[in-house]
């Protein structure tokens, strides 16, 4: 079955401490993306990665950080320096870096909540 | 940047009533993509659409893509219970780095039995 996996899908840590949220993809993807959302809110764009190796910051990046070691592979971390990491963290991946046919499918969330 | 507006921001209707919602925006997109989120799910693509004027369907729901290349419509006929969720429309530009999307900010349905 190809597709995104996201793990875990619930997170619970306390104040302080970094954590790494998980996202694979066998779809062969060369892009992968990760959102923030936030409840009644829609989708914020923290990282995306267009190659191995290689990573931009998107909208929100700060007191994140990523790395992509590997093309299946994206993982996030939320690090203390994230003001307010509770939220629900979406992974995403498209098929290729430019054309208009790149659509991005997503993974099914990890719901992260910081005690 | 880019943006899209999308409305309505939520729509409360009963069962068998059609839906429909829209996203507009000032720049000129590539590809209309329309986007399903179940509580606590990640979105699910419903229609993706490729050239201005295109008309797709997909089951009950019906995607166009604006003659202006600015604007997309979404409509669901027959509405039952679980259309309820979320809905994203997003738009691809070819001018975009790296093919990101960008997402309105959906439409929230509720749909009473």
């Known amino acids: 079955d190809g597709g995104i996996t996201q793990s875990p899908k619930y997170l619970f840590r306390k104040e302080g401490q970094n954590v790494t949220l998980s996202c694979e993809q066998n779809?062969?993807?060369?892009?992968m993306y990760w959102y923030r959302q936030d409840p009644g809110q829609g989708l914020r764009l923290i990282y995306y990665?267009?190659?191995?190796?290689?990573?931009q910051k998107g909208d929100i990046a700060e007191g994140y950080s990523v790395s992509r070691e590997k093309k299946e592979s994206f993982p996030l971390t939320v690090t203390s320096a994230q003001k307010n990491p509770t939220a629900f963290y979406l992974c995403?991946?498209?098929?290729?870096?430019?054309?208009?046919?790149?659509?991005?499918?997503f993974g099914p969330g990890t719901r992260l909540t910081v005690l | 940047g880019q943006q899209l507006n999308q409305s309505p921001q939520s729509m409360f209707i009963q069962e068998g009533e059609d839906v429909s919602m829209n996203c507009t925006s000032s720049?000129?997109?590539?590809?209309w993509l329309w986007y399903k989120q179940d509580p606590g799910e990640g979105p699910v693509l419903l229609i993706a659409?490729?050239?201005?004027?295109e008309l797709t369907s997909n089951g009950r729901l019906t995607a166009q893509f604006g003659i202006t290349r600015k604007d997309s419509f979404l409509n669901i006929s027959a509405s039952i219970p679980s259309d309820v969720g979320i809905y994203f429309c997003?738009?691809?530009?070819?001018?975009?780095?790296?093919?990101?999307?960008?997402f309105g900010d959906g439409t929230t349905l509720t749909v009473k039995p």
């Open positions: 995403a991946s498209s098929p290729f870096v430019s054309g208009s046919r790149n659509e991005q499918f």
């Open positions: 779809l062969n993807h060369d892009a």
């Open positions: 990665s267009q190659i191995v190796n290689d990573f």
């Open positions: 720049s000129i997109f590539n590809t």
């Open positions: 659409l490729y050239k201005a004027g």
């Open positions: 997003a738009g691809l530009s070819l001018n975009t780095n790296a093919g990101k999307s960008t």
